[in-house]
């Protein structure tokens, strides 16, 4: 089995929590939230771990656009 595929296929255990202390879990969650890292990152410094909680952030968060 290739490496990616197998990534792919990781469920975390506990799918009320996002974490992500490794690269499977970050793939999973900014695949499942449809997010990019560092929203996910943002969401989970500001709300916490609850699956709820990031995902009403990241729908109710306008994204942060740079500066000109």
């Known amino acids: ?8 296929r990781r469920i ?3 799918l009320s929590q996002v974490e992500i202390r490794e690269q499977w879990q970050i793939t999973f969650w900014t695949l499942k939230l449809s997010t ?3 929203r996910l990152s943002q969401a989970l410094r500001e709300v916490g771990p609850d699956l709820e909680s990031v995902r009403a952030w990241l729908e109710t968060t306008p994204t ?3 500066k000109r």
């Open 12 to 14: 975390p255990a506990d």
């Open 36 to 38: 990019t890292q560092d």
């Open 64 to 66: 942060s656009r740079p």
């Open 1 to 8: 089995m290739k490496n990616r595929e197998y990534i792919q």
